[in-house]
Each structure stands twice: as C-alpha cells, then as structure tokens.
C-alpha cells in the first residue's frame, strides 16, 4: 500500500490510482470547450462584417474624382472612370468601390485611348476620393532604324513601335499625318543605331528640335524636313531641309555655336537666291564652313572661318562696326538713366 501526496494520507492501491487517472483525463477530454467556441464565433463575425463593410455596405463607394490633367482630356477621363464603375466584378459587387477599384487598368484604357496623355498617375484617397494625374506631351519624334518606326515624346518615353517595312519611308508624311491626327508637331529622325536608353533619346531629341526650330527661323522649310544620325560614335546630326538641303552639325560642339556661325556666315557670304540654291552647308570642322550650290551654280568652296567671342568672322570689318554701334547705344542709355 501507498499514501500518495494528493490524497493526503487516503491510501489507495496502484491498480486504483491508475484507473482514476484514466477516468479524469476522458472527462477533461469530452467536456465542451465554450470559451474556443465563443472567440471563434466573434472572429466570424468580426469577418462577415468587414466583408460587408468594405465591398456592400457603399461605405468605399468613389464619390469623389479629382483630375489634375489638360481641361481637354478631363471628358475622356471621365468617361473611362465611369465605364469601369458601372461593370461588376465577379457579377456581385459593384464596380464602384475605392478598394477594388483598378488604377491600372485606368492607366491602361487612357493610354489606348489617348496617346497625348503621359505619366498618368492614379492615387486612392480613403474613403471616397480617386485622383488622376497626367501630363499633356508637346513633342512627337518618329525615330526609324533599319524597318523599325517607334514614336517618342521628348522624355524618350515609347509611345508606339511598328514595322514600317522594306520599302523607303518618307518621314516628312509619316509626322505630317501625325500631326493632322493629334495636333502636337511631330520630327521624324533617322537612325543607324539603336540607342536603347530613354535618356539618350530624349537628349538627341532635344538637340535635334533646338536645331530645326533654329534653321527653320533662317530658312522657312514649312516642317518639309528630318534628321539623320549615321553613326553614334560619329557626333553627326544631319539636318534635311525642303528640296534636300543638307546641314551637318558635329553633336560633340555645342550648337548654339555652330548656328551662330552659320548665320553670320550667311548674311555676310551669300545672297538670297544663293541660300535658296544651297546644296548642303558643312559645319563639322571646327573653324571651317565647306558648302555647296546646286546645278547652275559654283562647284564646292571652302571658306575658313575663326569665331571671335562665338560671334564674329575673320577680318569681317562690318561685324566689328555693328559692335561699335552698340557700345555706343549703351552710352547713351547709361546717360539717359
């Protein structure tokens, strides 16, 4: 026999002992746990209500759209907000909720529907407002290399990319039908090189629109005109005009420079009808302008030039009166004051 600790002094046999134990151990096992039962059934509940919360109940409904876009897409945005609203999702709940509702599809339809729009952003503001941000592109380049067409904005940004085919492209037309369908100016540039980044593109494009919106200043080509790179590793951007005149500008100098000298060079060295007939105007070579007249005119000259301060000819005896008359115009202000 053996007095065991919990019954305090009770003695009771080991066969005994055992079958009390097993006895207790079933009841504790089968008793019904309410305390597990009731937690559950408010975690239940707690998710039911959410649930309702959050995608029945209108709580998150979007009542309010803010648009911070060009006033004259504001319309378009509008209309694709409301088409995704008005479709149901899973043919239960309603499309017009703040949680559920898809800013990239949003971005996706704007993008199909309107190239002009760029950097559509979509922000959620709980509990009922949607903001849309863009901008409106001001530029089109139509970059061609080999038979592959991609349309860029300024930033380098892909808009569109097509397979223009064997045949020659006419640049001229491909943007003058852009521009019919969109409104915004479109300059074609053709290229020997992919260039793969976006801020490589949008680097030359930007060279590339100073430089037309320059000649055409000086010559009026009326958009009749595109760009040529040959080769990267070459820093040529070549300029071709209406009836095919060529100006070769080297994009390692700066062509702000370059265009100064050309028109200095133009107004002093040629006349109006010889700039009329220009063949191409070479400005590569530092210090030298080599340029040609068409048929009917003379053969190749070269002409050697030396800029002094960035705006002068060599020994052009007029360049420095013009000089002399502003210093003494700006005499005369200072007296004046």
């Not at 200095?264 to 210090?287: A, H, K, P, T, W």
Request: charged share 35%.
């Amino acid at each position: 026999m053996k007095r065991t600790k919990k019954n305090k002094g009770v003695v009771v046999g080991r066969r005994g002992g055992k079958k009390r134990a097993r006895a207790l151990s079933r009841e504790k096992h089968n008793s019904f746990n309410w305390k597990k039962v009731v937690v559950v059934f408010l975690i239940f509940c707690f998710l039911l209500l959410s649930l309702w919360v959050f995608f029945f109940s209108g709580v998150l409904k979007v009542r309010v759209v803010k648009l911070d876009i060009p006033r004259e897409k504001q319309v378009m945005v509008s209309g694709l907000i409301e088409k995704i609203k008005s479709k149901k999702i899973l043919d239960r709940i309603d499309g017009n909720n703040l949680l559920l509702f898809s800013g990239k599809k949003l971005v996706q339809m704007i993008q199909e529907s309107d190239v002009l729009l760029r950097d559509v952003r979509v922000k959620k503001i709980f509990p009922d407002t949607l903001l849309v941000t863009g901008e409106k592109r001001t530029n089109f380049f139509l970059w061609l290399t080999g038979n592959k067409c991609q349309l860029r904005d300024g930033h380098g940004e892909l808009v569109k990319e097509e397979d223009c085919g064997d045949a020659t492209v006419d640049l001229v037309k491909k943007c003058s039908d852009i521009y019919q369908k969109t409104g915004v100016s479109c300059l074609g540039i053709e290229t020997v090189d992919v260039l793969g980044k976006e801020e490589d593109y949008a680097e030359l494009a930007q060279k590339g629109l100073y430089l037309t919106e320059e000649l055409n200043k000086l010559f009026d080509f009326n958009d009749g005109f595109y760009l040529k790179i040959p080769l990267l590793v070459a820093d040529e951007l070549i300029f071709v005009g209406k009836n095919q005149t060529v100006f070769m500008f080297n994009r390692s100098e700066d062509i702000s420079n370059q265009l100064r000298l050309l028109r200095i060079f133009l107004g002093q060295e040629l006349s109006v009808e010889e700039m009329n007939n220009l063949d191409y105007v070479d400005l590569r070579l530092s210090g030298k302008i080599i340029y040609k007249l068409k048929k009917g005119y003379e053969q190749s000259v070269v002409k050697s030039v030396e800029m002094e301060g960035g705006d002068s000819l060599n020994g052009d005896e007029s360049l420095k009166q013009d000089k002399k008359k502003d210093k003494k115009k700006k005499k005369k202000r200072k007296k004046k004051d």
